[in-house]
């Protein structure tokens, strides 16, 4: 039995200020052995319920922040960009049971610690058929087309809210309680990773690939917060501009849903500019 964790750093255990997990800064070094530490206790659990195999992909920024020296030598890590499918690279090849979401945090417009959908601060919001998309239910509409069931899910508080509409079933576990999206009341590592380990053990139960979901129609809108980002994001074949600050677009399945988004983030990207955005 395989798991996949799709391990991200804004919803680490301690993590709450943009340096934190910015590259290259004093903070970023001392909260990426939080982080490896909060993705071993997940590793730790998932081989206490009974997996054989867990592969861990970095998905955050760089994708280049889990000290691989530290990581339980059971597990393996996919490091680094770029990508096809981000920050659920991995979950295409048909051999993975299970995939945990860990360190992840709530949707850019919602209360949440360090909340943002994918890009930081241009991205003022995002739904996908009407409901308030995070990274967590945007990840979650690929693990449904290739029939895997999400198995644990951890961030703060405002997270596990999150994913109660997306993954239900899954354990979650709170490691911090939002204050606002700068502060937060955190729980020491070793309390975290207590929590975290016990619920990784019962998220096993909830392994076992399924059959894929049908194709959809997903209605795929998003506001940013500056006319020229939304015009830049119309460029993308496929994206229709709705409004000054506003494009959308059409998938009829998860792969192309999170590809086209992608690509979005990345024409938003290009067209900002230094304070301005």
Known sequence: MKILISADMEGATGVTWPGD???GTEQWQRCRAMFTADVNAAIVGFFDGGADAVLVNEAHSTMRNLLLERLDPRAA???GRHKELSMV???QHGDVDGVAFVGYHAAAGAEGVLAH??????ITSISVNGVRASEGLLNSYVADQYGVPIVLVTGDDRTCADAAGY???APAVAVKECVSRYAAVCRPPEVTADAIRVA????VALAGRRAPAPDGDYLTEIEVDAAQLAQAAAIVPGVRRTGDRTVEYRSTNGYDLIRCFKVVCTMISSAMEEDYG
């Not at 990784?200 to 998220?203: D, F, H, M, P, Q």
Request: charged residues 15%.
């Open 117 to 122: 959908t994918y890009l930081a601060n241009s």
């Open 89 to 91: 690279e991995g979950i």
């Open 200 to 203: 990784a053990a019962r998220g």
């Open 167 to 169: 993954a239900p079933d």
């Open 77 to 79: 890590m996919l490091t």
């Open 21 to 23: 997990v910015a590259p």
